[in-house]
């Protein structure tokens, strides 16, 4: 496409959009450039901070872009999507994003950036999805109290395969607000919407994130997908209970770190989550019987743990095979071919339960029962002895007992 020539003077951009009739509409604003899945290379211009000021989507992803960012984003810039994921980009992140009030995509997925976890991003109100997969980003997540607000609405994260260290975020979950909510109302598309002439446009936004362990793309993004994926790092220590109370978490993934400690039995209460991997840590104990309620999930993962006892059953549970489990010897049960040892005992344990859950009023039934035959019992050997001992005398005549003795009556005896 040739574009025809403007004015050095006026640095502005000029968009054609073509109809169905080739017809060419000219604005002098860009909103939207994707330039996405080419074979570019070279860095990226120092305009690009003026261009963010009528920009509001910015796509230039799958191209092989090097170098830093240019750090001259501004007060004025209405971008509210950028993903430059799988270019080739390297250093830190500059600060001037945060420039970026309106901002809330950002995907800077598989490329090279490194640094400390940028926690200055969190003064963006409206950042909803964060994507900060496969770089090179190191250390500590620090919790820090220097801004008034962190991520308030923040629902995607994804900060896998870098090498973060440490604790789990506890603060984090904790004022994560959006993820703790269950969305009430009915699901949309997530779009940026900008002016274009009298029409009011709708550009949706996109992502790729690994989901039930198969790395998916969307074309959409609903508002009510919420997604936290910490995989493949090298957090430490117990798994934090604030995390349990992002209630509206879907999908939730701790593998390949060196969690310890016990899988949290409140993770029963995350209703809506749809899959929990949790594999290759260094969690030990029981899986809790608890996570039977979770009736969306889909996808479990505990291999590679130390995990020991009986595999959960029903609901949910039947459905997940052997490899869910493999990596821990002292788990038992099915799917595994490892049987649990004192099977019968449990058997015979949950039997006596399945009883002891009988009603009441069935309890009394045969209480009354058994009574009034132990008390007939007694009460008739009790008239037996009495009988006896008065008409002893006539039992004699008509029975014929001798000597405490029953014999048969002799009949039609010979005489001699």
């Known amino acids: 496409m040739n574009f025809p020539p403007s004015s050095a003077s006026e640095q502005k951009c000029q968009v054609y959009i073509f109809s169905t009739t080739k017809l060419v509409v000219r604005y002098h604003h860009l909103y939207v450039l994707d330039l996405s899945s080419n074979n570019l290379t070279g860095k990226l211009p120092t305009c690009l901070g003026n261009l963010s000021k009528t920009l509001v989507s910015l796509k230039l992803k799958q191209n092989k872009f090097h170098g830093t960012i240019p750090n001259t984003f501004t007060s004025e810039s209405r971008l509210k999507m950028i993903d430059l994921s799988e270019n080739q980009l390297t250093g830190p992140l500059p600060k001037s994003l945060a420039n970026c009030t309106k901002l809330e995509v950002l995907n800077i997925g598989d490329n090279s950036f490194d640094g400390v976890f940028p926690f200055w991003l969190g003064t963006i109100t409206e950042l909803q999805v964060l994507i900060l997969r496969s770089n090179r980003f190191s ?22 395969n870098n090498s973060f260290t440490g604790q789990l975020p506890d603060k984090y979950f904790k004022i994560w607000k959006a993820m703790k909510s269950v969305y009430p109302g009915e699901s949309s598309v997530m779009t940026a919407e900008y002016l274009f002439g009298l029409y009011s446009v709708d550009n949706p936004y996109s992502m790729s994130i690994i989901i039930k362990g198969v790395k998916t793309e969307y074309q959409k993004i609903l508002n009510i997908f919420t997604a936290v994926d910490l995989s493949c790092n090298s957090f430490e220590g117990d798994i934090p209970q604030s995390l349990t109370d992002l209630q509206g978490l879907q999908s939730l993934n701790l593998s390949n770190n060196l969690l310890t400690g016990y899988v949290l039995p409140s993770f029963g209460n995350l209703q809506k989550l749809e899959s929990l991997d949790l594999s290759h840590n260094e969690l030990s104990g029981k899986i809790p019987q608890e996570l039977v309620k979770l009736g969306f999930l889909a996808m479990f993962n505990v291999s590679f743990n130390h995990l020991e006892g009986r595999v959960p059953t029903r609901k949910q549970f039947n459905t997940f095979e052997n490899n869910s489990y493999v990596g821990n010897p ?77 014999v048969r009556p002799l009949r039609n005896q010979r005489r001699n």
């Open 330 to 406: 002292i788990l038992c049960g099915k799917p595994l071919s490892n049987d649990c040892q004192g099977s019968k005992t449990s058997t015979l344990s949950q039997t006596s339960d399945e009883y002891e859950s009988l009603l009441p009023s069935d309890i009394i039934d045969w209480v009354v029962i058994f009574t009034g035959f132990g008390s007939g019992l007694v009460i008739g050997i009790l008239l037996g002895n009495f009988l006896y001992g008065r008409y002893h005398k006539w039992f004699v005549e008509h029975f014929g007992m001798k000597k405490g003795r029953w």
């Open 139 to 160: 250390g500590a997540i620090q919790e820090t109290s220097t801004f008034s607000s962190e991520f308030p609405n923040l629902r995607i994260l994804d900060l896998s």
